[in-house]
């Protein structure tokens, strides 16, 4: 089975850097999406890891460490629009995704 | 590409009505996914087809949820007799077998429907 672990809540400042964690427990691993979600609205993707390290998109990266279970999302430089749900998910041996409760950030002025 | 459709974007029912909710997935994606998303239990995978075979329902509540994909660009998902438990955004999702110019497996998700059982 897959379990999932992220916070449910953050909040922070306009500009600021903010970094969402994830663990998760999975009976097969074979990548780690994140996935954007404002409200009211479908998720999107954002950005994907399949091998140890860090992948740089813009204000967004996403590290991934497969020993540990373990990944993050960095946003940098927040704007009000970042306010909004992230989703962790993770696509296991059966090429199929289990998602997060997601953490939803709130971007303060 | 009009990505994926979802009708009705809004319903609201009875208890013990019958509900359909409607997809059209991206033209050309192999795969359909249908999710539930409540604040409780986050974003829950009830259902997905290849190539229009039901291949894992396990996601599925009950018996009375039922989905079909009669074909490659249309699948339905009703719920009969609906129950208040059942409120909730419910999520179609649609990806190609393979895409070089996306991570594999990535999904693509429709705007949603709201759903409110009273």
């Known amino acids: 089975g897959q379990n999932i672990d992220q916070p449910t809540e953050m909040t922070a400042t306009e500009g600021a850097i903010v970094q969402i964690n994830c663990t998760y427990q999975?009976?097969?691993?074979?990548?780690l999406f994140w996935y954007q979600q404002h409200a009211g609205e479908a998720p999107t993707f954002l950005s994907y890891?399949?091998?140890?390290g860090l992948e740089e998109k813009g204000r967004f990266s996403s590290f991934l460490s497969r020993s540990k279970g373990y990944s993050y999302l960095l946003l940098k430089e927040l704007q009000m629009k970042d306010s909004a749900s992230y989703l962790c998910?993770?696509?296991?041996?059966?090429?199929?995704?289990?998602f997060g409760s997601g953490t939803q950030l709130t971007v303060l002025p | 590409d009009a990505g994926v459709i979802q009708s009705p974007r809004h319903e609201v029912t009875e208890m013990g009505q019958e509900v359909t909710l409607r997809c059209k997935p991206i033209?050309?994606?192999?795969?359909l996914f249908w999710y539930r998303q409540t604040m409780m239990r986050g974003l829950e995978l009830l259902i997905y087809?290849?190539?229009?075979?039901?291949?894992?329902d396990s996601g599925m509540p009950e018996d009375r949820f039922s989905a079909k994909m009669p074909n490659a660009s249309f699948s339905t998902l009703k719920i009969q007799p609906s129950e208040p438990r059942d409120s909730a955004v419910y999520f179609c999702?649609?990806?190609?077998?393979?895409?070089?110019?996306?991570?594999?497996?990535?999904?693509?998700f429709g705007p949603g429907t709201r759903l409110t059982v009273l």
């Open positions: 999702a649609s990806r190609p077998d393979l895409l070089a110019e996306a991570p594999p497996d990535t999904q693509y």
């Open positions: 999975t009976s097969g691993f074979n990548g």
């Open positions: 890891n399949v091998l140890d």
């Open positions: 998910a993770v696509r296991g041996s059966a090429r199929q995704l289990t």
């Open positions: 033209s050309g994606h192999d795969y």
């Open positions: 087809f290849n190539n229009n075979v039901p291949i894992d």
